[in-house]
């Protein structure tokens, strides 16, 4: 069973930037799909911001993520990243990675992931 955890949230000022990491255990399959979801205050349903395998460099951008997020692996450490820019306050939320065996044309509902982190929140102040 794969295991996530996510750490590097934290409270930052508009315009700032934070690089958000997810360790996985447990022995994630080779080419597993990753993705980094967002969860904002009061709302009960996680977005999906980006995903990519972890055999490849090839990326998936939610259209309205682009830009800003990045969506990055190190195999070595087991380690998948997000790194965000230009914060704004509407990024304010719970991040979450979240990993399945394929990513598809379909990455971006939630409901198809096997494997979950606890979160890390973000909160950004203007």
């Known amino acids: 069973q794969v295991h996530l955890m996510e750490f590097g949230g934290g409270s930052v000022q508009t315009g700032g930037s934070l690089r958000l990491s997810c360790v996985g255990s447990g022995y994630p399959p080779e080419n597993y799909c990753m993705a980094w979801f967002r969860q904002a205050p009061g709302k009960e349903e996680r977005e999906g911001i980006a995903?990519?395998?972890?055999?490849?460099?090839?990326?998936y951008y939610a259209d309205d993520m682009k830009g800003r997020f990045t969506i990055s692996v190190d195999n070595s450490k087991r380690t998948l990243y997000l790194q965000i820019d230009n914060l704004k306050p509407e990024d304010t939320g719970k991040y979450y990675c979240a990993g399945r065996l394929k990513c598809g044309g379909s990455w971006r509902p939630p409901t198809q992931y096997e494997a979950w982190g606890q979160g890390t929140q973000v909160t950004v102040s203007s």
């Open positions: 995903a990519m395998y972890t055999g490849s460099t090839s990326t």
